[in-house]
């Protein structure tokens, strides 16, 4: 099960890869006829096959991310989900034809040779399908403080510092509407016929839709190099946090806990190489 739920993982990364890739496409190029100044000009991309395959790939996505953490340990499915940037870079460099250089290569299996090292180190397992009230209580209370004040010191600070700091509370967002899907396919497990009468499924709407906005004003604050790391390394670590304290998974640490460390670096490192490479970042894609 777990390696399905890896498979799955994957899956889900390469659909969101591929929809940002198509979607930033199609928002690329003008579309003749539409004045920029009109609304519909400005939401014309709408209207093209690329934006719509993004769109159709993004529900993909969602649905095998549901099925991985149905399948698997929180502690799993989230930090593999990391390598969305990794098959970003391949799909943008095929569609643009702007091929990589040789150190974002190497940061791309830096990032892989990461994520593979720590899940072998930490090796998650096991773990409760559905999560006590009182626990989300004792984790959300303290998880919304730190958000909320992270978005409050976010406001008050520009460019490159927003970024991060934005970035930083989308990551508690997305690691707990993670977390509130798997409960919820936890406590359906059994049919669907129960499934809009748990708070779980609402409450991760609304957290989702949340983090999704907050992203938008991440990505406006500042550049991806910026706001990626807080990004994937938060969504990442928080997600294995929840994943032990939450659904009582097992992880490997002792003397394992610096190598693991070691492995958590260098997937900053190379989320910070990969998300300045214009491949990913969409740094002038008119010109490719």
Do not use: C
């Not at 004003?217 to 994937?232: C, H, I, V």
């Amino acid at each position: 099960m777990i390696i399905l739920s890896v498979v799955l993982a994957l899956l889900a990364a390469l659909g969101n890869a591929g929809a940002s890739v198509l979607q930033r496409r199609a928002a690329a190029v003008d579309m003749p006829g539409l004045p920029g100044s009109h609304l519909f000009g400005k939401l014309g991309f709408i209207r093209r096959p690329a934006w719509r395959w993004g769109a159709g790939l993004l529900v993909v996505s969602g649905l095998a991310q549901a099925l991985a953490l149905a399948t698997g340990p929180l502690a799993v499915v989230q930090p593999v989900m990391t390598t969305e940037l990794l098959f970003t870079l391949v799909l943008a460099a095929i569609v643009f034809r702007r091929p990589p250089g040789v150190r974002t290569w190497g940061a791309f299996l830096g990032m892989a040779l990461g994520l593979a090292v720590f899940l072998l180190l930490a090796s998650p397992t096991g773990g409760l399908e559905t999560v006590p009230p009182k626990r989300w209580l004792f984790s959300a209370v303290p998880a919304a403080a730190v958000s909320i004040v992270l978005i409050l010191v976010g406001m008050r600070l520009r460019g490159s510092a927003r970024a991060a700091v934005l970035g930083s509370a989308t990551a508690i967002g997305f690691a707990f509407t993670a977390a509130l899907i798997k409960d919820t396919l936890g406590l359906v497990s059994g049919g669907v016929e129960g499934l809009f009468a748990t708070w779980q499924i609402y409450t991760a709407a609304a957290v989702g839709l949340s983090s999704f906005l907050l992203l938008q004003a991440t990505l406006r604050a500042g550049s991806l190099a910026a706001s990626q790391p807080a990004l994937t390394l938060g969504d990442s670590l928080l997600s294995v946090i929840l994943g032990v304290s939450l659904f009582e998974e097992q992880i490997n640490l002792g003397w394992r806990v610096l190598p693991e460390a070691a492995a958590l670096g260098l997937i900053v490192l190379a989320s910070v190489h990969l998300s300045s490479s214009p491949v990913v970042s969409g740094k002038d894609e008119q010109q490719w």
